[in-house]
């Protein structure tokens, strides 16, 4: 087996909003081996996008401990948690998230330049043409489709190749056609650079493509 690259130990995270506690996630287990496929499968409202929240500490636990490689991210500050962010974690969120007023080329490079990388505009351009945008560059978020934002968040977790993609289900707006070409490019950068997956769906088939299949039922591991 290839070495750890996150570990959650008694992880419980709740959420207190007036007088209501809601426990969302009821101490959970598990890890991700580096260059890992690991699929995470359950109902509506079980607790999937709360567990890649915590992943990639943009929340943090009410008890439980975290680690990423040798670090205990539970025990960071914001900033730290930030640039780990930043250098580790491509996310594509259930709702996108794109920036309004960049264009969809600008909204990929950004990616790269806050990492201080060259050729960003370039990377990125390259990266949207695999995608099947290259007449959308100049586009806003707004002048796409859902589909299309969808890509041009796709492209943007993976492009700066990093350890861990965390992806919440992200074929849930394309077609059939789409689907593929998405999962073969997020599968296909995961296997290349042996990158670590963590991704949330309802679609089985594309689970099956996975190395392993977490259940989650209630905010536990079933
Ligand atoms: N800020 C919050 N305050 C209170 N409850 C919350 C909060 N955020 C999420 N929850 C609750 O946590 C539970 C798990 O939410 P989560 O978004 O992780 O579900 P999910 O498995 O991703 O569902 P879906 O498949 O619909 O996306 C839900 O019941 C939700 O209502
Ligand atoms: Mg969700």
């Given at each position: 087996m290839t070495p750890l690259l996150i570990s959650f130990s008694n992880i419980h995270l709740q959420y207190q909003n007036g007088t209501i506690l809601t426990e969302v996630i009821r101490g959970i287990d598990f890890v991700i081996h580096q260059n890992e496929r690991l699929a995470i499968v359950g109902k509506s409202g079980s607790g999937k996008t709360s567990l890649l929240m915590l992943m990639a500490g943009l929340e943090k636990p009410t008890s439980g401990q975290i680690k990423y490689q040798d670090q205990i991210?539970?025990?960071?500050t914001e900033d730290k948690l930030t640039d780990f962010r930043k250098k580790n974690i491509g996310i594509v969120f259930q709702?996108?998230?794109?920036?309004?007023?960049?264009t969809a080329l600008e909204n990929v490079a950004l990616s790269l330049e806050i990492n201080f990388q060259k050729n960003a505009l370039s990377l990125a351009k390259e990266i949207l043409i695999d995608l099947g945008l290259e007449d959308r560059f100049q586009h806003f978020p707004r002048q796409l489709s859902g589909g299309e934002q969808q890509r041009v968040a796709i492209a943007r977790a993976i492009i700066k190749k990093p350890e861990l993609i965390l992806a919440d289900?992200?074929?849930?707006?394309?077609?059939d056609e789409n689907a593929q070409v998405i999962t073969d490019l997020i599968f296909s950068v995961s296997k290349k650079y042996q990158k670590s997956l963590c991704l949330v769906t309802h679609d089985m088939d594309l689970a099956q493509r996975c190395d392993r299949i977490m259940k989650i039922e209630n905010g536990t591991i079933v």
């Open positions: 991210i539970t025990s960071y709702s996108f998230y794109l920036i309004p007023n960049y289900e992200p074929t849930g707006n394309l077609d």
